[in-house]
Every structure is written in structure tokens, then in C-alpha cells.
């Protein structure tokens, strides 16, 4: 083996690879079998170390077998000799036993990954969320944090940026900066200064940001906070409804639609103008798109548009905030990476049911309803989860429709799916199923539609 | 269970799990995260008992709890999307593939790897220590050991090329 392929692999198994890194030791091991051989015995040596040192120090620091199993064996019912098993006196309590015995064994490899066994497994207890994703942050020095980092109770602070936060409960916040954000507890967070907004799925209702003067109350599901430089506080509640608590103790209930101020110049909560505009930059984000070039623009997810907006130039890209997790399957017509320009290229297939998914929907329809001509756009547009599948042919869309939406299908339908027949329009998903490349091409009178499903956590999976 | 499918699967179990532990470990970086497959792992193995039906068969137990620890890796790959350290799920199945063509030679690599450690002393013992007893990383590891630790890095790159030289010596020779 080439020394440097056995120094990326001894890297990547010590998580210790860049993301280039990481995809060039994946690629050399798909190339060959016997390359995945090669990795396979490396990976196996480093998963046999874990066990044997782990079980050497624990042997060693306890002197004696380890503890969990000792009470198991002590709790068992007593047995006759000729059934007594060698090693462990293994009788009584069905499937308990054997998972305590599990669990006593895999306590030989619970051992967290940072500077102090202790200190790191209270932290672990905890940490109740997660940062999911950063655009463009910049953080104050020594301070600069990265996806996938877990958090407890402790401050964010950034200069600028969009940075997103997952936590245990399902609920996303994302943020804006120049802002700070102090988490307090799963369910308790405190808004210093800056702009958030924040989704909160069902279970999750009565998750609370305060304010220097206000506490706001979820009471499901999406709301958004901006506190300005002048001190003053806007609440907007795209979703649902929410509860503001004033200091003075009053309180108001707002729903979809509404908006409160506190100014600090007037005291007291009074009803403002409902205005998304300020939450433009933290859209994207929030529905989780990394990134985007060409033609691609996205509309909030709030008001949820019952007409689509008409541009020559411009693909629109909507999204629900809600996590769909269906009790049948969802037909898609792409799911494999790949560039599809003709029918044959399509790879149909089924996302299983009980798949959690977010849905986005790309909308192109030229300003001019009727004459000749055809008109076209394109660009790219990278998600921050991997895309299960993509949705662009007439009966596909229409069974997504009624599955998703609960509506049926009207004939307009037919013509809005994508016309892989003239090659007038094209879709790549890349390798790694986060960017989606369309080319959307269609006459005047027409309207291109294209369904993209992509995976979402679900509540139940352990951040 | 009754007791004779306990002792089974104690038995079974106690003789896959770090193999299967290696095959997750190889496709999942932080070694929390493994454990916590592992138990999860372990869970599924244990409820899903009745339907392995090789009676005794160390190796095909361990292939069978890598079928259900892939499917566990790559539902965590997938919630788990944002570490971009992880594996696509094509080299996962390329991964889970070479590994069971390897299961025959679990036993016998995990014996030849316990005679190859005991030959490892010193400095080297301790980087490995550090890093798979404690989970250090070798920054923390080069910080807590200091200048006498030495380059950290190759320390340990030179630990695993003389462990898997040992390894594949046994091996060979039939001495594992």
C-alpha cells in the first residue's frame, strides 16, 4: 500500500481527514475491492485496539470484572450443577439479562473522545443541542465554532452570518448576526441582541426566548424575534400562534400574521406591521440550503403562497417548515446521482415510508402568459442534508400532491412537468446528493415544477 | 429467550462484538458515536435473535450484526449529515462487503493483534494508550505528553505499521 493512502486511512479512522480528504480515501476505496480489503483490515486493527485497551484499563483500574456484569451474575436465580453454565451463571430474566450483559460490555467502549472522561460525560449529559449549519459566520476571536459542534448551556455570539441550531426537542433557531444567543436549557433560551427565528415542531410547543424585556412563548410552531439597535423588540409570528409576556406582566396571544413592538421610547406591547423582510437572509438557512447560484431565489416560507410568482429570469424555491414522515411511500422519478437530459435517464423508485423528509418546490413561470418564444434559467442550489429524491413528472407530482398536500391535481398539472423528451431541460444531482444543477426551459404560456425531497432529522433520532 | 438462546447469544455476541465494533468504527470517526451504535447494535441483535439461525457460527454471527449495524450507520450517516467526515453511502457497502469477505480471519487477526501488543513498549504503548484508552486526540495527547512525547503523528503511524506487519506475520506463519 502506497504510504501515503495508509497515512490518509490511519488519519480518516482517528477522525482526523478534511472533507477533501475524506472523499479521496472514499474514492480509492470504491475503485478497487481490493483497496476496501486493504481499508477493511486497517479499520479492523483500529476497531480490535479500541476493545482490548479499553478492556485492559478497565480490568486494570477495577481489578476485578467489571462491575455491571458481577451484579447481573449475583441477581440470578440459583441452578442446578449440571446447568450451570462455565463461565457466567446465565438463568432467570429472559431478554433483560442479555441486554444488561450487552450494556455491561459495551460499557468497555464507552469512552467520550475529549480531554477529560469525567468532565466530558457530564458535558455530554448536558449538551442539548447542535450547530446544523453556518453561512458565511464570523465569530469573535478565538471563538469560532463548526457544524456539528454539540452545545449545552453556554453563549453564541457572532459578528455576522446565518448559523443554525438544532435542538434535542426538534426545534430549529437560526440566527443572524451581529447577535447573541444564550441557551439555557432544552426548552429555555435568552435573545441578547440581533434577529432569530425560530421552528418548533409538535411536542416541542412552550419553547421560550427571552428578551432584555419580553419572553415569548411558543405555542407552536414558527416565530421569529428582532431586537434592533434602538432597544426595541419586533415579534412575528409566521406560523401557529405564540404568547409575548411583557415585563409589566401583561401578556398577548399573536397569531399567524400578527406582529408586536416593544418600544423602549413607549413602554408597552403594541401591535405592529407584519413584515418578513428582515428575516430574508435567515430563509435559506432555516429551510437548510447551504447555498445557491444562477437563477435561484427563494421565498419565504411564510405566507405559504397560494399562487406562484412569475419571472423570466428567476427560479423560485419554496419550502414548508414542517417534517413529513409518511405512512406510505413517496414515488420520486430521480434517486440516484447523475445528469438526467432524457427520459431514459430517469432512475424512478420509492422513498420508504417512515422516512422523514423536507420538501422543496422549484417554480419557473416566464412573466408573459401567451406569444412565441421559450424561455430559459439555470442555476445550482445546495442542500445541507442529502437529497432522497427528485420529483418531475406529471404523475409523480400529482400522487406527491395529494400526499404532501392533500389537494388533487388539476389538468394544468401536465404541462408544468419537466420536458426530458425535447432535452430542453436538464437536472444533475451530484455525488454526494447535496446539489441539485437544473436547467429549466419552457414557453411563455407554460410553468416548469420540480419536487426536491430531502432528508430531515427525525425527532426520534439522537442529534 | 430461554436460557440455552441467552447463553447463545452471550456466547456469540462476546466473540463478534469487536469485530462488529471495528466495522462500525470504521465508518463512524468519533468513537462516542460507535459506542453508541454499538449499543444500539446490540439491541437490535438481541430482538431479532430467533431469526438468526446459524446455531454456533461465530463468523456468520459477526457478518450477521454487520447486515443490521450497516443499516444502523447509514441512518446515522444520514441524520448525521452535517459531519462531513463521514463516508457516501456507496463506500459504506464496499466497506461491509470487504468486511465479510475478512470475517473468516476475525478471530485469528484479534488473536495476533493481542501477541503484537504485548511487544509494544514504551513510548509507543503510551501514544496508543492515550489514544485509544483515554480517546485523545493527538493534539491533547502531544500537549499532555510534551516535548518528551515526541512527534505524536508518527509515533503512532509507526505503531500501526509495525502492529499490522506483526499481525500479517502471524498470520502467514500460522501463529496467530
Known amino acids: 500500500m502506497r504510504q501515503d493512502i495508509h497515512d490518509l486511512i490511519i488519519a480518516h479512522l482517528n477522525g482526523e481527514t478534511t472533507n477533501e480528504q475524506a472523499a479521496e480515501l472514499s474514492e480509492w476505496i470504491r475503485a478497487d475491492k481490493t483497496n476496501a480489503k486493504a481499508y477493511a483490515e486497517a479499520a479492523l486493527m483500529h476497531g480490535h485496539l479500541r476493545s482490548m485497551i479499553v478492556g485492559q484499563k478497565s480490568v486494570r483500574e477495577s481489578g476485578e470484572v467489571p462491575v455491571e456484569i458481577a451484579k447481573v451474575c449475583r441477581q440470578q436465580k440459583p441452578v442446578t450443577s449440571e446447568r450451570r453454565p462455565r463461565k457466567l451463571a446465565l438463568v432467570g430474566a429472559g431478554i433483560l439479562v442479555a441486554v444488561m450483559l450487552i450494556a455491561a460490555a459495551a460499557v468497555h467502549f464507552s469512552r467520550p ?101 419580553l419572553k415569548v412563548v411558543d405555542l407552536g410552531t414558527a416565530f421569529g424575534i428582532q431586537l434592533d439597535d434602538d432597544g426595541d423588540s419586533v415579534v412575528s409570528v409566521f406560523d401557529g400562534k405564540v404568547e409575548v409576556h411583557h415585563a409589566d406582566e401583561s401578556k398577548q396571544l399573536l397569531t399567524e400574521g400578527q406582529a408586536v413592538r416593544l418600544s423602549r421610547r413607549r413602554r408597552g406591547l403594541a401591535r405592529a406591521e407584519y413584515d418578513t423582510a428582515p428575516f430574508e437572509k435567515v430563509w435559506p438557512v432555516s429551510s437548510g440550503i447551504e447555498k445557491s447560484t444562477g437563477a435561484f431565489e427563494f421565498l419565504p416560507p411564510w405566507p405559504q403562497r397560494s399562487r406562484a410568482i412569475r419571472s423570466d429570469t428567476n427560479i423560485y424555491v419554496a419550502t414548508q417548515s414542517r417534517t413529513f414522515t409518511l405512512p406510505e411511500s413517496l414515488a420520486v422519478n430521480i434517486s440516484v446521482p447523475g445528469r438526467y437530459a432524457r427520459p431514459d435517464d430517469l432512475t424512478p423508485s420509492q422513498i420508504p415510508a417512515g422516512t422523514a423528509f423536507h420538501v422543496f418546490s422549484l417554480h ?93 432529522p427525525s425527532l426520534s433520532s439522537k442529534p | 429467550m430461554d436460557d440455552h438462546e441467552i447463553t447463545r447469544f452471550t456466547s456469540l455476541w462476546t466473540q463478534a462484538q469487536t469485530s462488529v465494533y471495528a466495522f462500525i468504527s470504521g465508518s463512524i470517526s468519533s468513537f462516542s458515536d460507535a459506542d453508541d451504535l454499538l449499543q444500539k447494535v446490540a439491541g437490535v441483535a438481541v430482538t431479532k435473535f430467533s431469526d438468526f439461525k446459524d446455531e454456533n457460527d461465530a463468523a456468520a454471527f459477526a457478518r450477521w450484526c454487520m447486515k443490521i449495524s450497516r443499516f444502523e450507520i447509514l441512518r446515522f450517516m444520514r441524520d448525521q449529515a452535517t459531519d462531513r467526515h463521514q463516508f457516501v453511502t456507496e463506500t459504506v457497502e464496499a466497506v461491509t462487503e470487504a468486511f465479510e469477505e475478512l470475517s473468516p480471519e476475525f478471530d485469528d487477526r484479534r488473536h495476533a493483534l493481542a501477541k503484537c501488543l504485548e511487544g509494544l513498549q514504551g513510548r509507543s504503548r503510551e501514544v496508543l494508550e492515550k489514544r485509544y484508552g483515554d480517546g485523545l486526540k493527538t493534539g491533547a495527547i502531544a500537549e499532555l505528553m510534551g516535548p518528551k512525547g515526541g512527534n505524536v503523528s508518527m509515533i503512532l503511524n509507526r505503531s500501526y505499521k509495525q502492529l499490522r506487519a506483526c499481525i500479517e506475520t502471524r498470520i502467514a506463519e500460522g501463529t496467530a
Open chain 1, 113 to 213: 473522545d475529549d480531554e477529560s472522561n469525567i468532565a466530558n460525560n457530564q458535558r455530554s449529559q448536558e449538551q442539548f443541542a447542535t450547530i446544523e449549519q453556518l453561512s458565511n459566520v464570523e465569530w469573535p476571536q478565538d471563538s469560532a465554532r463548526e457544524e456539528g459542534d454539540r452545545l449545552g448551556s453556554e453563549g453564541l455570539r457572532i459578528l455576522g452570518g446565518v448559523l443554525r441550531v438544532r435542538f434535542n426537542s426538534g426545534v430549529e433557531v437560526t440566527l443572524q448576526g451581529p447577535a447573541q444567543y444564550h441557551l439555557e436549557s432544552i426548552a429555555q433560551t435568552r435573545l441578547e441582541s440581533g434577529l432569530l427565528s425560530a421552528v418548533v415542531p409538535d411536542g416541542a410547543e412552550g419553547f421560550v426566548v427571552e428578551t432584555p424585556d
Open chain 1, 364 to 456: 419557473y413561470q416566464p412573466e408573459r402568459a401567451e406569444g412565441p418564444g421559450r424561455y430559459r434559467a439555470s442555476g445550482s442550489i445546495t442542500f445541507n442534508r442529502p437529497v432522497l429524491g427528485v420529483i418531475t413528472q406529471h404523475d409523480e407530482l400529482a400522487a406527491g400532491m395529494l400526499q404532501l398536500d392533500g389537494r388533487v391535481a388539476g389538468p394544468a398539472l401536465e404541462h408544468r412537468q419537466l420536458e426530458l423528451a425535447s432535452r430542453n431541460d436538464m437536472v444533475i444531482l451530484s455525488e454526494d446528493r447535496k446539489t441539485l444543477t437544473i436547467t429549466l426551459d419552457t414557453p411563455a404560456r407554460f410553468t416548469d415544477l420540480v419536487k426536491v425531497v430531502v432528508s430531515a
